[in-house]
T-cell receptor
Framework: DGGITQSPKYLFRKEGQNVTLSCEQN?????MYWYRQDPGQGLRLIYY???????QKGDIAEGYSVSREKKESFPLTVTSAQKNPTAFYLC?????????????FGEGSRLTVL | QQQVKQSPQSLIVQKGGIPIINCAYE??????FPWYQQFPGKGPALLIA?????SEKKEGRFTISFNKSAKQFSLHIMDSQPGDSATYFC???????????FGTGTRLTIIP
């Protein structure tokens, strides 16, 4: 089945540690996105990529890093510089850009910093 | 700053009622307005979307009403069911912009 796979589903991290969230898609989509979801704040864009080896900062990129070495993969690293990393992280993809079609989301990764 | 303001934050409706969720936007360049539905522990999924050349769009029990002059759009759910209980997000974008701007979400509960 085509879709987006995020892993791990749940992750605990100690303060000061970096952690990488995986996102893989087999939809052959060009564009991929990372969103952060916090209660009462909706979905906020962290990073997005429209093509391999290129990505752009979203609205809240500080403390995060990404790579796009393959079309299918868009991992997100939450670094120790992120001051409040506990959140629900959602990866998404679309055909090219969001104005031409829908975003397909994964089931998310819940990160808790202890 | 591009913003989409969504209300209410939460909503409880009895089964069969018509919940209405409202969104307002500022950027007149927006020309694509989707609604996403999210169940607990899952990612959001596209429910219905509208472009500003029409004032209303229906898909099954879900209707978007769009008021271009007021820069507002709303989601109506006819004959609501407990299975419609979810969080709903409105969003907006415009051609050439790679990003969707999301509202803050509405947690809808349909009680039997």
């Amino acid at each position: 089945d085509g879709g987006i796979t995020q892993s791990p589903k749940y992750l605990f991290r100690k303060e000061g540690q970096n952690v990488t969230l995986s996102c893989e898609q087999n939809l052959n989509h060009d564009a991929m996105y990372w969103y952060r979801q916090d209660p009462g704040q909706g979905l906020r864009l962290i990073y997005y990529s429209q093509i391999v080896n290129d990505f752009q900062k979203g609205d809240i990129a500080e403390g995060y890093s990404v790579s796009r070495e393959k079309k299918e993969s868009f991992p997100l690293t939450v670094t120790s510089a992120q001051k409040n990393p506990t959140a629900f992280y959602l990866c998404a993809s679309s055909i090219y850009d969001v104005n031409t079609g829908e975003l397909f989301f994964g089931e998310g990764s819940r990160l808790t910093v202890l | 700053q591009q913003q989409v303001k969504q209300s209410p934050q939460s909503l409880i409706v009895q089964k069969g009622g018509i919940p209405i969720i409202n969104c307002a936007y500022e950027n007149t360049a927006f020309d694509y307005f989707p609604w996403y539905q999210q169940f607990p522990g899952k990612g959001p999924a596209l429910l219905i979307a509208i472009r500003p050349d029409v004032s209303e769009k229906k898909e099954g029990r879900f209707t978007i009403s769009f008021n271009k002059s007021a820069k507002q759009f709303s989601l109506h759910i006819m004959d609501s069911q407990p299975g419609d209980s979810a969080t709903y997000f409105c969003a907006a974008s415009f051609f050439g912009n790679e990003k969707l701007t999301f509202g803050t979400g509405t947690r809808l509960t349909i009680i039997p």
